[in-house]
C-alpha cells in the first residue's frame, strides 16, 4: 500500500537530549513537511522541501533540522535548543499535480 | 505573510447542516482547501477551491469566493463520526508550495 509513516507514535525524551522522528513515503512525491501541533491549535511548519537535498525553513524551525538525502525520507531531529519541544509533530507529502498534502499519522512526543 | 480566521467550535445534531467559515488574507493567493481531522489523528484532505463557487463532495460542499477572500465548508447531514476538528489552509504563490492552516474548528456533534 502506498502511504506515510511516522515512527514512533509516542516516544518520551528526557529534557537536553536530541530525537529524530522518522518519516517514509512510497508515494513517489517530490516535497515533504514538517508541522508542529499543540493541544487544541492549528498545524505550525517547522520546515520543507520541494525536492531531494533541499530544503527550506518553515514558520517555527528554531531548535530543529531535517535532511532530505532521498526522495522516500525526510527525518526530523528535534535539538536540545528547542525550548518547548512537548508537542504532536506530523510529517505530510505533497502530490503537486492535485495540490493535496498526505499526512502520517504523527509522532506525540513528550519532553520530560 | 498569511493569516486566516474561522470559529473555534460548532454544536450541532445530528441530521443537521453545519457551515465553517474561513477568511484569509494572503499576497498571493493560489487556493483554499480544508482538512479533517479526529482526534489523535492525522488530518485528512477533504476538498481544494481555487477557483469561486461551490465543489460538492457527497455530504460536504466547500465554496470560495475570491473577491472576498472567504470560503466555507458546508457539512450536511451531520453523523456522529463528523465530530472532528476541521481546518482551513491556503496556499500562496508568495510562499511556495507551502500551506498555511488556520486554528481549526472543532465540531461537535450531538445525539
Known amino acids: 500500500d502506498g502511504g506515510i509513516t511516522q515512527s514512533p507514535k509516542y516516544l518520551f525524551r528526557k529534557e537536553g537530549q536530541n530525537v529524530t522522528l522518522s518519516c517514509e513515503q512510497n508515494?513517489?512525491?517530490?516535497?515533504m513537511y514538517w508541522y508542529r501541533q499543540d493541544p487544541g491549535q492549528g498545524l505550525r511548519l517547522i520546515y520543507y522541501?520541494?525536492?531531494?537535498?533541499?530544503?527550506q525553513k518553515g514558520d517555527i524551525a528554531e531548535g530543529y533540522s531535517v535532511s532530505r538525502e532521498k526522495k522516500e525520507s525526510f527525518p526530523l531531529t528535534v535539538t536540545s535548543a528547542q525550548k518547548n519541544p512537548t508537542a504532536f509533530y506530523l510529517c505530510?507529502?505533497?502530490?503537486?499535480?492535485?495540490?493535496?498534502?498526505?499526512f502520517g499519522p504523527g509522532t506525540r512526543l513528550t519532553v520530560l | 505573510g498569511q493569516s486566516l480566521e474561522q470559529p473555534s467550535e460548532v454544536t450541532a445534531v445530528e441530521g443537521a447542516i453545519v457551515q465553517i467559515n474561513c477568511t484569509y488574507q494572503?499576497?498571493?493567493?493560489?487556493?483554499l482547501s480544508w482538512y479533517q481531522q479526529h482526534d489523535g489523528g492525522a488530518p485528512t484532505f477533504l476538498s481544494y477551491?481555487?477557483?469561486?463557487g461551490l465543489e460538492e463532495t457527497g455530504r460536504f460542499s466547500s465554496f470560495l469566493s475570491r473577491s472576498d477572500s472567504y470560503g466555507y465548508l458546508l457539512l450536511q447531514e451531520l453523523q456522529m463520526k463528523d465530530s472532528a476538528s476541521y481546518f482551513c489552509?491556503?496556499?500562496?504563490?508568495?510562499?511556495?508550495?507551502?500551506?498555511?492552516f488556520g486554528g481549526g474548528t472543532r465540531v461537535l456533534v450531538k445525539p
Open positions: 494572503t499576497s498571493g493567493f493560489y487556493g
Open positions: 522541501s520541494q525536492i531531494v537535498n533541499d530544503f
Open positions: 489552509a491556503v496556499r500562496d504563490r508568495a510562499a511556495g508550495n507551502k500551506l498555511t
Open positions: 505530510a507529502s505533497k502530490d503537486l499535480s492535485t495540490d493535496t498534502q498526505y
Open positions: 508515494l513517489n512525491h517530490d516535497a
Open positions: 477551491n481555487a477557483l469561486d
